[in-house]
């Protein structure tokens, strides 16, 4: 996981720092604008760092959350009162996953992505192990890469209803067959890797793999922790990043 560090700015001035050169700092990135519009409304200055550990254009969210702790901080640092929408409103202009990552928790997206909706969480939580080729892929080039290869494929038949309905915990079994991702098809006729990968993970019992947002990482998700620790003791050495993670609680916040 990323840390992001903010620190009042007594001259209200917008500062952003990295430990890492490939982040943009300047004030046309996307986490400086953000920041910059709630400031703005309360005359703030800022300084802010990321300490970055999420690999940079690897379709895991590390620059949407980023976006998405800055403003939720900005809130909490100078006890600004903001109603949730109009939080989320801001959000959706950085990223259509920005507002997720703002509600956080296990969630249905719809539209964009830009509309969230809490459902259950899943229970037990699931165990997944990510692969990255050390390949960065923009996502303005993967969707221009989808359009232009005018895709077509079998819609996932999903009981939308049932899980916004749902009072009890999901399964995890619940969600293997859902597991999909549209770009998979679209990445690997660049990236063979990518099927390579998912082969690996196939092979050593993964419940579901998919590539996660517009790639190039790819998760599988296990259920028993031996079987994740031995697929990563294999294959920790085969990729640029190899990692075993698992979801955390997400915190309520409260606007």
Known sequence: FDVVFLEKNDNKDIIVQSNNSEVPVDSNSML???????????????????????????????GSSNIATVLIGICKLFDYRIKRDELLEIASNFGMDVPFFIIRGTALTR????????????????????????????????????????YKETQKNINV?????????????????????????????????????????????????????????????????????????????NYPFVYKTHPVQASKINF
């Open 32 to 62: 400086y604008k953000a920041a910059e519009i709630l400031l703005k409304k309360i005359d703030k200055g800022l300084k802010i760092f990321i300490d970055k550990k999420i690999p940079i254009a690897a379709g895991l969210g590390g």
């Open 161 to 237: 209803e049932y899980f916004l309905k749902k009072s009890e915990t999901i399964k995890q079994k619940e969600i293997y067959s859902l597991v999909h991702n549209s770009f998979h098809s679209v990445l690997t006729q660049k990236f063979p890797v990518i099927e390579k990968i998912k082969e690996d993970l196939n092979n050593y019992g993964s419940k579901a793999v998919a590539v996660s947002g517009s790639g190039a990482t790819v998760f599988g998700i296990f259920e028993e922790q031996k079987t994740i620790n031995k697929v990563y003791h294999d294959l920790k050495n």
């Open 111 to 150: 539209g964009r992505g830009e509309l969230v909706f809490p459902i259950q969480p899943i229970d037990p939580s699931t165990l997944i192990l990510l692969i990255n080729p050390g390949i960065k892929i923009s996502t303005k080039w993967a969707y221009r890469m989808f359009d232009q290869l005018n």
